[in-house]
Nanobody, 124 residues
Framework: QVQLVEYGGGLVQAGGSLRLSCAAS????????MGWFRQAPGKEREFVAG??????????EESVKGRFTISRDNANAKNTVYLQMNSLKPEDTAVYYC???????????????WGQGTQVTVSS
């Protein structure tokens, strides 16, 4: 059974940091692109960041560039992706979803697997 499980969400003050983790299991994701999307109340799910299977190719949504960093660890079949979020703003408040698919894409329908989501709340 394929499973993506996110960890690390929570409540933080504006200007603070959080690190999200996503552990993939059930199949080999080492050759899959992985990414993070987020969805705020009343809004559509939006792309945040993506990383290629080697880890040398990354893409970011414009509003998080310079503040968020995506990375991954494929060692020992670990298949874990991270999202380091710094200088958080209230507008970053959303449920964050981990995802995996064949390539980095800003389109949610290009991804095959999704985690259950983790809440990130940034207070002003």
């Amino acid at each position: 059974q394929v499973q993506l499980v996110e960890y690390g969400g929570g409540l933080v003050q504006a200007g603070g940091s959080l690190r999200l983790s996503c552990a993939a299991s059930g199949r080999t994701f080492s050759r899959a692109a992985m990414g993070w999307f987020r969805q705020a109340p009343g809004k559509e799910r939006e792309f945040v960041a993506g990383i290629g299977w080697i880890g040398d190719s990354t893409r970011y949504e414009e509003s998080v560039k310079g503040r968020f960093t995506i990375s991954r660890d494929n060692a020992n079949a670990k298949n874990t992706v991270y999202l380091q979020m710094n200088s958080l703003k209230p507008e970053d408040t959303a449920v964050y979803y981990c995802t995996a698919g064949p390539l980095i894409s800003r389109r949610s329908y290009d991804y095959n697997y999704w985690g259950q989501g983790t809440q990130v709340t940034v207070s002003s």
